[in-house]
């Protein structure tokens, strides 16, 4: 059976997916069959297996150590929904919206059971596992039901290496306390701590490191430099809080007055936020999440992302007077998948989606579509032949993605199907239910080359190819700057 490495952490945001993912692709050049695996996520950014759907880190964990992507990395998926709720994924598949309490009380025990099974599965087939916690290992109002750390190292019976970021200040006392809080007997499994996120000299830190191992008997078995490897982002606490305006990618060299904006509303139920990832990552692009009551004065571009209720976004929406502002706006619009769905002229069978009981809600009114909810849920990895037409125009060949809905979106009037036949673009608007668009570099670049052309700039040079990609980034930090120990690897 194979043995298992739970990277936790002393609170949410501290790394801990940059470590994992880091590991995987580092054992996996090494010749080590490794997999990833988090018994309970709680992310609105998934991904589709052939399974079903998982978290977006054990998606990208899983490329990292060079394995298919399967549901068995993230047995269990909780959604948030907004109103105190999430929708249960389990295995892969929608199990129905539950109130925390419901959850607990009803489906914890089947969740429990699923990701033991789910490791079972996994360390009959490999020789390493690594798995990942959720948020803080030490919240001891939930260590009666913590799935992904204390009963992941129960079953596991893992070697447990603590996360601790530097960047928020006070690791050493973060580090401490998590010790002291953590059940007696999976505090004698921790081997080792990692701090991250450090900038500066590091001698510095060696006083600090000396007294926390005298006073824990727990080596640091490293720290990393502050680097992001580009990994895409799992948590919205990566995102501005609701009502505050955040840009990325402005730390790339090219003036502001030769880049271009695009607006991201920050939707109150956002979701699959990563697929703005590829276009921060653009030269000269600058990728603002705003708050809906914002003017779009200064954009050169909209975008409307993936929403987890549809319907109670598009009302807010509408209540902050986005719908005005947009209509109002002259530049390229796209809207991915329930972006998709704020476009079109209405939505039936609202009550499906949303929190009240409304059967129709109009909406934002760009496209000549109108969507259905319903409870089939649509799960999967797709190719589609690409037109490019409207914000993509000039882009041509075959995209693949993959698609995570529920309901169905049909034309009212005559407007173009640029996606085999599916999706609909006018002349300045698109929308489609593909996730991850803008990892094509075809749809890529002719969105971007479009917005620089219509905000009447020219686009600087490409960013150079040669540019390490974000797995092999994020195992040099580990393989750099972690020291394996006592850990059962080497490198």
């Not at 580090?175 to 500066?200: I, S, W």
Request: proline residues 7%; charged residues 25%.
């Amino acid at each position: 059976m194979a043995e298992t490495i739970l990277v936790a952490g002393t609170a949410s945001h501290v790394g801990k997916s940059t470590v994992a993912a880091g590991l995987c692709r580092l054992l996996a050049d090494r010749g080590v069959s490794v997999a990833p695996f988090k018994a309970q996520n709680m992310s609105n950014n998934a991904r589709a297996t052939p399974g079903g759907e998982v978290g977006v880190s054990q998606f990208v964990q899983a490329r990292a150590a060079r394995v298919p992507p399967a549901t068995d990395h993230n047995p269990v998926l909780l959604k948030p929904r907004g109103e105190g709720e999430s929708q249960l994924v389990v295995d892969g598949e929608a199990v129905g919206h539950y109130a925390a309490g419901r959850y607990y009380d009803d489906h914890w025990d089947d969740a429990l059971a699923a990701a033991r099974r789910a490791h079972e599965r996994l360390a009959a087939d490999h020789e390493l596992i690594v798995a990942e916690g959720a948020g803080s290992i030490a919240e001891i109002n939930l260590h009666d039901r913590d799935l992904a750390n204390v009963e992941t190292a129960r079953f596991a019976d893992a070697d447990v290496v603590l996360v601790a970021d530097i960047e928020r200040g006070g690791v050493f006392a973060s580090l401490v306390g998590t010790l002291e809080l953590v059940p007696d007997d999976v505090r004698e499994q921790v081997v080792g701590a990692v701090v991250t996120k450090f900038r500066g000299d590091r001698s510095l830190l060696a006083p600090g490191i000396d007294e926390f191992e005298d006073r824990t008997g727990v080596p640091v078995l490293g720290v990393l430099p502050y680097d992001d490897p580009g990994l895409p982002e799992e948590d919205s606490v990566a995102l501005p809080a609701v009502g505050e305006r955040a840009v990325r990618g402005a730390d790339d060299g090219v003036p502001d007055d030769r880049s271009v904006t695009v607006a991201v509303p920050r939707l109150p139920r956002i979701s699959n936020f990563t697929d703005l990832g590829p276009l921060a990552a653009e030269p000269g692009v600058r990728v603002a999440y705003v708050p809906p009551e914002t003017s779009l004065r200064e954009a050169d571009a909209v975008v409307l992302p993936g929403s987890k209720n549809t319907v109670d976004d598009l009302l807010a929406l509408r209540e902050a007077g986005f719908d005005d502002a947009l209509a109002a706006f002259d530049g390229p619009v796209v809207g991915l998948c329930g972006g998709y769905q704020l476009l079109g002229e209405r939505i039936l069978n609202a009550a499906v989606e949303g929190t009240g009981d409304e059967q129709r809600v109009t909406g934002l009114g760009l496209l000549p579509v109108e969507t259905t909810f319903s409870r089939e849920k649509t799960v999967e990895r797709v190719e589609r032949r690409l037109d490019g037409v409207g914000p993509l125009a000039g882009a041509a060949g075959t995209v693949a993605g993959y698609e995570i809905h529920m309901g169905d979106t049909t034309p009212t009037g005559p407007v173009a199907r640029p996606f085999d036949g599916r999706g609909a673009a006018t002349e300045r608007v698109l929308g489609t239910y593909l996730h991850d668009l803008f990892a094509d570099a075809e749809a890529r670049d002719a969105f971007v080359r479009n917005t620089y052309e219509e905000a009447g700039l020219e686009p600087p040079a490409a960013r150079d190819a040669e540019r390490a990609d974000p797995y092999e980034r994020a195992a040099t930090l580990v393989a750099d700057h972690v020291d394996p120990g006592p850990l059962p690897v080497s490198w």
